[in-house]
């Protein structure tokens, strides 16, 4: 009886460790952040802006040249095979004894590139005048008929911030996540006042909190573009310094047409707080599939484009 009960809990042990390690690596394989969600709901509050639950974001460190950095599924390993309809400039050559293509740039593509990885190394400093405007501008541009107490403000929990200080929440995403969301809210007012104030959709009662919901995308969008590496390694990263090249803003803009896409996502899925993660895993495949449609030119051409309201 004893050998029986003892094998019976191994046997319990063994497939709780097989769950465990495969949803790490369903996580590390896609390059999702984890959100972790509390039991706690705000009402709804009087602008419509819907319910929102405090998240914590478990980030994955990113090491510049790493060759263990993780890259999209859909890369294609192969010599001298060309990007696209006008990417004639990035070539794909596989490497002595790796699997992986490398991908040449153009000056202007590498200047590009660093430029990127600039903003991209510039961590949120919270004593910072420039980076304490920015938050504040984020603030105005999000609620304009409403007063700032503070940068330190219970207010800031309305945006669907983890707190009454949003600047915890950009220590996974840096600087780049601020201006992100300050480009958005900008650029494309409709769909970014949609989003922040939930007013379009059938709405789930527990909703996904909307800024740090942008932090995540923010860290998505460099991990599946690859831009923590000094060339990219995948099809997707090569194709979007192609537009990178041509626009400056191109990492914003795409941030915008995720984020709604994301949305988009999240209503057709009917999720809940807790399909986050699933919803994120289908927007980057979907992402990715129309980067690498032949008649894209530019973002703009993107279909998820078509979602966006100025």
Same mark, same amino acid.
């Given at each position: 009886?004893v050998v029986v009960?003892? %094998? %019976?809990v191994?046997?319990?042990?063994?497939?709780?460790?097989?769950v465990?390690?495969a949803?790490?690596?369903?996580?590390? *394989?896609?390059?999702?952040?984890?959100?972790?969600?509390?039991?706690g709901?705000?009402?709804?509050?009087d602008?419509?802006?819907?319910?929102f %639950?405090?998240?914590?974001?478990?980030?994955?460190g990113l090491?510049r040249?790493n060759?263990?950095?993780?890259?999209s599924a859909?890369a294609?390993?192969?010599?001298?095979?060309?990007?696209?309809?006008?990417l004639?400039?990035v070539?794909?050559q596989?490497? *002595?004894n790796d699997?992986?293509?490398?991908?040449?740039?153009?000056?202007?593509? *590498?200047?590009?590139?660093q430029r990127?990885?600039n903003?991209i190394d510039?961590?949120?400093?919270s004593?910072?005048p420039e980076h304490?405007?920015a938050l504040?501008?984020?603030?105005?541009?999000?609620?304009?008929?409403e007063?700032?107490?503070?940068?330190i403000s219970e207010?800031? +929990?309305e945006?669907?911030?983890q707190?009454?200080?949003?600047?915890?929440?950009?220590r996974g995403?840096?600087?780049?996540s601020?201006?992100?969301?300050?480009y958005?809210?900008r650029?494309f007012? +409709?769909?970014f006042q949609d989003?922040?104030r939930?007013?379009?959709?059938?709405?789930?009662?527990?909703e996904?909190?909307?800024?740090?919901?942008? %932090?995540n995308?923010t860290?998505m969008?460099?991990?599946?573009?690859?831009?923590?590496?000094v060339?990219?390694r995948?099809?997707?990263?090569a194709?979007?310094?192609?537009f990178?090249?041509e626009?400056?803003?191109?990492f914003?803009?795409l941030?915008?047409?995720?984020? +709604?896409?994301m949305?988009h996502q999240?209503?057709s899925?009917?999720?809940s707080?807790m399909?986050f993660?699933?919803v994120? +895993?289908?927007?980057?495949?979907?992402l990715e599939?129309?980067l690498?449609l032949?008649?894209?030119?530019?973002?703009?051409?993107?279909?998820?484009y078509?979602l966006l309201r100025?």
């Open positions: 009886m009960e003892a %094998v %019976v191994m046997v319990v042990v063994v497939v709780v460790l097989v465990v390690v949803v790490i690596q369903d996580v590390v *394989e896609e390059g999702v952040a984890t959100f972790v969600f509390s039991k709901r705000s009402e709804m509050d602008r419509g802006g819907g319910s %639950v405090a998240v914590r974001r478990i980030s994955q090491d040249g060759p263990c950095h993780s890259t859909e294609v390993a192969g010599s001298a095979a060309w990007l696209g309809r006008g004639s400039c070539c794909a596989r490497r *002595e699997a992986r293509p490398s991908f040449d740039l153009t000056p202007a593509q *590498e200047d590009c590139l990127l990885q903003r510039v961590a949120y400093n004593s910072d304490q405007e504040k501008a984020l603030w105005n541009a999000s609620f304009p008929e007063k700032l107490n503070g940068l207010q800031w +929990k945006m669907g911030w707190g009454k200080d949003p600047s915890t929440d950009f995403g840096g600087l780049i601020l201006e992100n969301l300050l958005f809210a650029n007012q +409709k769909s989003l922040l939930k007013q379009v959709g059938d709405r789930a009662m527990w996904y909190p909307f800024a740090v919901a942008g %932090v995308i860290f969008l460099i991990q599946m573009l690859d831009l923590e590496a060339k990219p995948n099809m997707v990263g194709t979007f310094l192609k990178l090249s626009n400056e803003s191109a914003d803009l941030y915008c047409i995720t984020f +709604k896409l949305d999240w209503l899925m009917h999720a707080y399909d993660n699933t994120m +895993k289908a927007t980057r495949r979907q599939r129309e690498l032949e008649d894209i030119t530019r973002l703009e051409d993107l279909p998820s078509a100025r």
